[in-house]
């Protein structure tokens, strides 16, 4: 229930094109009214607006999964100033527009046939671990691009759902079934069982974090309720699971999507301003990214200017979502994994 209406409301505020991805999530906008149905004009109204709630529902609400403590470190490991922590969302083989023929998925073939290969040497090049976040999908039919990742022994991989599934459409069953399939295809890819996890449009059930735990994982990395590492709070009291968290600030889906093209130079300028707060603060500097999007190449010559940037200042540390998550467990949260 908590799940709908979180659901509902962020339909409501973006408009079904971000966070729902299909318009099924968002619901069909049609009610029975007087024993017919009606499609209203504009935007159906919410069944159960947050407006009647009582006082201790909302309470509950925000209750139910909330973020502990921030988990920001006095020093990062090496005695590193910030901690730089790159991701990559890959889903080659995740089936956006269902269609007779292939042709309007070749974006996503992409992903790994041109984006991955050329971030990789860029990564490379300047020695900068990086997570990536995969579909189990990818795994199975493309398990020669999980080991062009795990090649160098610097880059994690974790889950991204099974085929880039939205969790929150999902019954609990499905929703772990395809968790424990994406786990087993990545762990036989990769030769490693993940402890990341970063869920498809950063949905959330009302069963993921039960789910996230029962299989074991270390941390989540799909949330947005600071800036620096935190322990998941479920009903008030701590999960023990780490979020390294995320913004869609720091998303190159923000920017580089068709509907929404920005030069490279203006992120750059963004990510850098970010980047230098960040060192200014002593905390993280995360950045999502996807090798079909940043894969192009005016895109990656600007995260190399980026990476170069960083590279020039003192006391940096790159490091992957997992080593982010190990590095601070013990510096404050309950987490005893
Ligand atoms: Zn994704």
């Not at 402890?195 to 996230?212: E, I, N, Q």
């Not at 990510?271 to 002593?282: S, T, V």
Request: glycine share 10%; proline share 6%; hydrophobic share 40%.
């Amino acid at each position: 229930m908590i799940g709908a209406a979180i659901r509902r409301l962020a339909c409501l505020i973006l408009g079904g094109s971000l966070l729902c991805g299909a318009s099924a999530a968002c619901g069909s906008g049609t009610s029975a009214v007087s024993g017919q149905t009606r499609t209203p004009p504009v935007a159906d109204a919410p069944a159960d607006p947050p407006s009647s709630w009582s006082d201790a529902r909302i309470g509950e609400f925000w209750r139910r999964v909330s973020a502990g403590p921030s988990l920001k470190p006095a020093r990062w490991p090496h005695d590193a100033v910030v901690a730089v922590a790159l991701s990559f969302d890959y889903q080659m083989g995740t089936v956006y527009e269902p269609s007779p023929t292939a042709s309007t998925n070749t974006n996503s073939q992409y992903d790994g046939r041109v984006g991955l290969p050329r971030l990789l040497r860029v990564l490379d090049k300047h020695r900068v671990p990086a997570s990536f976040f995969v579909t189990g999908v990818t795994a199975q039919l493309y398990p020669d691009t999980i080991r062009q990742i795990t090649a160098s022994g610097r880059h994690e991989i974790g889950v991204h759902g099974w085929i880039h599934e939205n969790n929150s459409t999902l019954s609990a069953d499905e929703e772990r079934r395809l968790l424990a399939k994406a786990i087993a295809a990545l762990a036989a890819a990769s030769g490693r069982k993940p402890v990341g996890y970063r869920s498809p449009s950063w949905a959330f059930s009302d069963a993921t974090l039960g789910l996230l735990r029962e299989f074991g994982f270390l941390y989540d990395s799909g949330m947005m309720a600071d800036e620096e590492p935190y322990e998941i709070f479920m009903d008030g009291r701590p999960t023990g699971l780490l979020e390294i968290p995320v913004e869609w600030m720091r998303d190159d889906a923000m920017y580089f999507q068709r509907q929404n093209p920005h030069s490279p130079q203006a992120v750059y300028e963004t990510w850098r301003a970010e980047f230098d707060k960040a060192y200014e603060e002593g905390g993280l500097f995360q950045l999502t990214m996807h090798p079909r999007i940043s894969g192009h190449r005016s895109r990656v010559v600007m995260l190399e200017q980026l990476l170069a940037y960083m590279q020039g200042r003192r006391g940096v540390w790159f490091a992957t979502h997992e080593q982010v998550a190990r590095a601070v467990r013990g510096s404050g949260g309950s987490n005893s994994r």
